[in-house]
């Protein structure tokens, strides 16, 4: 690794264990049944997501790209990504490790009510 940064080069590293990823890599590209659900720099990435925590509710307004969701009988969990600021101060915000956002999207996509499932 001290050529690499010396000579500043690329290097691919395929990894299981993100815990490997975290310590060496500065950007991430997550595969999915050979399609990639997310890539880019991982400070970016991890300022870019958040985990909203509040009472249970199917869905959030437009403008939020939910990763992932959670619900239990009284509370919502969403792994959403935004570049804007999170006001509504009904839901608690808080940060993603690598590891987290990872598992993220690697959990199947949220599916998207349909215009029948609202009526």
Do not use: N
């Not at 991982?42 to 790209?65: C, E, F, I, M």
């Not at 956002?101 to 690697?106: G, S």
């Amino acid at each position: 690794m001290e050529a690499v940064a010396e000579h500043s080069l690329s290097v691919v590293l395929s990894s299981h264990p993100v815990s490997d990823l975290e310590r060496t890599c500065d950007y991430l590209i997550v595969l999915v049944k050979s399609r990639v659900r997310i890539s880019g720099d991982v400070d970016d990435l991890l300022a870019t997501h958040h985990r909203l925590t509040g009472p249970r509710k199917d869905a959030l307004p437009d403008g939020q790209h939910v990763v992932s969701v959670s619900h239990t009988d009284r509370q919502s969990t969403f792994v959403v990504r935004t570049d804007g600021p999170i006001h509504d101060p009904a839901w608690t915000v808080g940060r993603h490790g690598l590891e987290d956002l990872v598992l993220a999207y690697m959990a199947p996509a949220p599916s998207r009510p349909t215009l029948e499932a609202i009526r």
